[in-house]
């Protein structure tokens, strides 16, 4: 499938964002500031979280002069808790990953990094309450403003939760010479709504309806700030949230699949990026 430069349309309210995610499984968002100020918390804390998040992947191993064995590594903060990473990890040769479950008692956080806990859980907060927002603006789009007769019973208790949704730093080495490095290849999240912070390295793709990629992150403008644009993206989870009242699945037409995208193989410099993905665990 070929690339695209088609020109992609920035949201600046939750309502059209609803629309975008409606027409096209995935939608740009603006984070602009608004009256209490909200929104200006949310770019200097995604701002923060990279500075952190960068802290700790370039932070040294600490090595024992004597024989060279390791004395700290970043793999003590580690950990497999109910079948789910937490913490540190490296995927492949091409990325680290250090992945938060920030409402979690067993989620292992590194010793000397309080600020890097503390933004995290911020962060995680701020961008859960987003996407319920963009829920809540699904379900008014969809004449369905009523959360009564639209979510089944058993879901309305995990929409606030953040246990099982994780915070995800990727820091993607970037490289020019290796062409078939698979930084990650295309996919869709199992969860309800994920949210993107573009980076101001290019390297998002989403692939369109009309089959073409587009990257989300070539549309930034020298005035747009890492932190300032978010991106969208429908999940698996998000038509078992759309149930109607009696449970039956709604209609072919009225159905939002999830979004497939990727991270191209050819990056120019190291990519640092931040997700977060609101999982529902009763759906």
């Not at 701002?47 to 802290?55: D, G, P, W, Y």
């Not at 989300?216 to 991106?231: F, Q, R, Y």
């Amino acid at each position: 499938m070929s690339s695209s430069s088609a020109p992609l349309c920035i949201q600046t309210s939750i309502l059209d964002v609803a629309e975008s995610l409606k027409k096209s499984s995935f939608a740009i968002y603006r984070v602009v500031s608004d009256n209490d100020g909200s929104n200006d918390v949310l770019t200097d804390l995604i701002k923060v979280a990279s500075r952190e998040a960068l802290a700790f992947f370039e932070s040294e191993d600490i090595r024992n002069d004597d024989n060279d064995e390791l004395v700290v590594s970043k793999k003590k903060y580690q950990a497999i808790i109910g079948g789910h990473l937490h913490g540190y990890n490296e995927p492949s040769d091409a990325k680290y990953l250090f992945r938060a479950f920030t409402a979690s008692n067993d989620q292992p956080w590194p010793n000397n990094k309080k600020d890097f806990q503390s933004v995290s859980t911020q962060l995680a907060d701020r961008l859960h309450t987003l996407l319920l927002d963009c829920w809540t603006a699904l379900l008014m789009v969809d004449k369905r403003s009523d959360n009564t007769t639209t979510t089944p019973k058993r879901l309305k208790r995990d929409l606030s939760s953040r246990n099982g949704c994780p915070l995800d730093y990727f820091l993607y080495h970037g490289t020019t010479t290796n062409a078939y490095m698979n930084n990650c290849s295309e996919h869709v999240d199992r969860g309800v709504l994920i949210c993107i912070c573009l980076s101001n390295v290019p390297g998002l793709e989403i692939l369109q309806n009309n089959g073409k990629w587009v990257c989300p992150e070539e549309i930034l403008k020298e005035n747009d700030e890492a932190g300032s644009l978010v991106c969208i993206l429908a999940g698996q989870q998000l038509n078992d949230m759309l149930l109607s009242k009696n449970g039956s699945r709604r209609n072919d037409a009225d159905s939002i699949p999830p979004c497939i995208h990727r991270v191209r193989n050819s990056l120019p410099q190291k990519r640092l990026s931040i997700t977060y993905e609101w999982r529902c665990s009763n759906v």
